[in-house]
């Protein structure tokens, strides 16, 4: 996709939904920090604006920030205030993951942690089998598929 083209592209409302979890993607509450894993809530902090095709920028409707990769050998992604070349995020159906237009093997999945409850979002190497890297985009309220 040509830069122009993503910035001028046709957009949509959704849920990023990770179903095998029941959670949905959030920003978290500061800019610079990591986007988070949260209970899906029927208004705007849980729902993003996307391109239709599903490839581009990310942004938070209820912050207004972007998802952003800043260290891809790394896997960090951030909240970001602006969109950049590395702001670009792809939805994959066959794979149901999100993976970063830097790195097709690094998907959007939990850090790795010693702490159960870990909520915080990092782009990890791509493993079909792990169920936090499972992630669908959904237009209408995830509750509604219970």
Avoid at 5 to 20: G, H, I, M, S
Avoid at 105 to 113: A, H, I, P, T, V
Avoid at 120 to 137: A, F, G, P, Y
Wanted: glycine share 4%; proline share 4%; net charge positive.
């Amino acid at each position: 996709m040509q830069p122009n083209t993503l910035f001028e592209a046709k957009t949509q409302d959704v849920w990023v939904y990770n179903p095998e979890l029941n959670k949905c993607l959030i920003s978290g509450n500061k800019l610079t920090n990591r986007p988070q894993i949260g209970n899906c809530a029927n208004s705007d902090s849980s729902k993003w604006q996307i391109p239709e095709s599903e490839d581009g920028f990310y942004k938070s409707l209820s912050t207004g920030w972007y998802l952003d990769v800043i260290d891809i050998d790394k896997g960090t992604i951030i909240m970001s205030d602006t969109r950049s070349p590395s702001s670009v995020i792809k939805h994959s159906k066959k794979k149901q993951a999100i993976i970063s237009s830097l790195n097709s093997k690094k998907c959007l999945g939990l850090m790795s942690s010693t702490n159960k409850n870990e909520y915080r979002l990092t782009l990890n190497n791509c493993n079909n089998s792990q169920v936090d890297q499972k992630w669908e985009i959904r237009t209408t309220f995830p509750s509604t598929f219970k």
